[in-house]
């Protein structure tokens, strides 16, 4: 062996070079799109639970925050505020400041709540404001669960009612400048009632586990209800008999049961859509309940119960300040145990 030849390099041919340049075939393609679209088609349910789950998250720290407004309301006043302001003659019917309004303050919206001064202004008067009532529509985000759907405004079943001036009847044609929020006593005849929505909110207060479907068997006391909120309600920490870690203050109630608002609701002596179901819900039906499309007097099934678009379940806020995860699954007692503050029931796990 000549010692050369330890450095020479053997000779490559063209036709060699070209034969090794090789390309992938039809198949080969196919096949690397069939795993990539399994790989994806795996991946997807992961990734839309993984942002489901940062959705209920935020969802449950904006329950979260209320809770501590509620606490700071109740230190400014020494009482929870009530699930909505009524008029004390309860035939009569009006408008009502929700409980949602009247925290506006303790949950950063102070701007927000000072024009619409709740403290001097009632509802009707806001409403009746063709400025003042576009208030009503404001977006307020804490309000709002982001695993709801549909935009910011509620549900035309939660919209309130108002009132529009016909100034020329042969043409229908209608002012809509003026607006006129209450409708008591009964609009006159040149006046045809009109509804609007307003605001949207996901988050409703608890009534507590009462509920009655016919509107004549509905009394005062009902309306006060055995929650955190009523009609008028003054519920104090010390009134909650079963505890606060051991009584649901409020909950969540998403667009296909047709959420709430966070501003008030029409009238005081009714009990249907457009009233107490606006701002608050019963642990009456389990959470979840399929929804129902017409307004059958004071049936509530599907419109006046707690739900969410969250897996299995809905969050809810105690009166102590802790969000909770329940399970539509819950026993239906159990669930009514925890909305009534003073049954005496004390509930172990749930």
Same mark, same amino acid.
């Given at each position: 062996?000549?010692?050369?030849?330890?450095?020479? %390099?053997?000779?490559?041919?063209?036709t060699?070079?070209?034969?090794?340049?090789?390309? =992938?075939? *039809? *198949? &080969?393609?196919?096949?690397?799109?069939?795993?990539?679209?399994?790989?994806?088609?795996?991946?997807?349910?992961?990734?839309?639970?993984?942002?489901?789950?940062a959705?209920?998250?935020? %969802?449950?720290?904006?329950? @979260?925050?209320?809770?501590?407004? =509620?606490? +700071?309301?109740?230190?400014?006043?020494?009482?929870?505020?009530?699930?909505?302001?009524?008029?004390? !003659?309860?035939?009569?019917?009006?408008?009502?400041?929700?409980?949602?309004?009247?925290?506006?303050?303790?949950? !950063?919206?102070a701007?927000?709540?000072?024009?619409? $001064?709740?403290?001097?202004? #009632?509802?009707?008067?806001?409403?009746?404001?063709? +400025?003042? #009532?576009?208030?009503?529509?404001?977006? *307020?985000?804490?309000?709002? %669960?982001?695993s /709801?759907?549909?935009?910011?405004l509620s549900?035309?079943?939660?919209?309130? #009612?108002?009132?529009? &001036?016909?100034?020329?009847?042969?043409?229908?044609r209608?002012?809509?400048?003026?607006?006129?929020?209450?409708?008591?006593?009964?609009?006159?005849?040149? *006046?045809?009632?009109?509804?609007?929505?307003?605001?949207?909110?996901?988050?409703?207060?608890?009534?507590? #586990?009462?509920?009655?479907s016919?509107?004549? $068997?509905?009394?005062?006391?009902?309306?006060?209800?055995?929650?955190?909120?009523g009609?008028?309600?003054?519920?104090?920490?010390?009134?909650?008999?079963?505890?606060?870690?051991?009584?649901?203050?409020?909950? &969540?109630? %998403?667009?296909?049961?047709?959420?709430?608002?966070?501003?008030?609701?029409?009238?005081?002596a009714?009990?249907?859509?457009?009233?107490?179901?606006?701002?608050?819900?019963?642990?009456?039906?389990?959470?979840? $309940?399929?929804?129902? @499309?017409?307004?059958? /007097?004071?049936?509530?099934?599907?419109?006046?119960?707690?739900?969410?678009?969250?897996?299995?379940?809905?969050?809810? =806020?105690f009166?102590?300040?802790?969000?909770?995860?329940?399970?539509?699954?819950?026993?239906?007692?159990?669930?009514?145990? =925890?909305?009534d503050?003073?049954?005496?029931?004390?509930?172990?796990?749930f």
């Amino acid at each position: 062996m000549v010692y050369g030849d330890l450095y020479r %390099c053997p000779s490559i041919r063209m036709t060699d070079l070209r034969q090794s340049r090789k390309g =992938l075939t *039809v *198949v &080969e393609l196919l096949v690397a799109f069939a795993i990539v679209g399994t790989l994806v088609a795996m991946l997807l349910p992961a990734v839309s639970a993984a942002r489901e789950a940062a959705r209920q998250m935020r %969802c449950s720290n904006h329950l @979260r925050q209320i809770g501590i407004g =509620l606490h +700071t309301y109740h230190n400014a006043h020494s009482t929870f505020p009530p699930g909505h302001v009524a008029d004390r !003659e309860i035939e009569r019917d009006g408008r009502s400041w929700g409980w949602a309004a009247l925290l506006l303050p303790f949950v !950063e919206q102070a701007p927000l709540s000072q024009r619409l $001064d709740t403290r001097r202004r #009632s509802f009707d008067e806001i409403a009746s404001n063709a +400025t003042l #009532s576009r208030l009503l529509a404001t977006e *307020v985000p804490l309000y709002r %669960c982001p695993s /709801d759907e549909g935009d910011g405004l509620s549900h035309p079943y939660r919209s309130i #009612s108002v009132s529009s &001036e016909v100034t020329d009847r042969s043409n229908n044609r209608v002012e809509s400048g003026l607006l006129v929020a209450h409708i008591f006593p009964p609009p006159a005849p040149d *006046v045809i009632p009109l509804t609007t929505r307003i605001a949207k909110s996901n988050y409703i207060g608890s009534i507590g #586990s009462r509920w009655k479907s016919r509107r004549t $068997d509905w009394e005062s006391r009902d309306f006060r209800g055995n929650g955190l909120f009523g009609r008028n309600s003054d519920v104090t920490i010390a009134s909650i008999f079963d505890g606060t870690s051991q009584t649901i203050a409020a909950g &969540e109630r %998403c667009m296909r049961n047709y959420a709430a608002v966070w501003a008030g609701g029409n009238s005081w002596a009714g009990c249907g859509f457009t009233d107490n179901q606006m701002v608050l819900g019963t642990a009456y039906y389990p959470i979840n $309940d399929a929804p129902i @499309r017409a307004n059958i /007097d004071c049936d509530g099934r599907g419109s006046a119960n707690f739900s969410s678009n969250h897996p299995d379940g809905a969050n809810f =806020l105690f009166a102590d300040g802790s969000v909770r995860f329940l399970s539509q699954q819950i026993d239906l007692i159990v669930f009514r145990n =925890l909305a009534d503050r003073s049954d005496g029931v004390r509930v172990g796990d749930f």
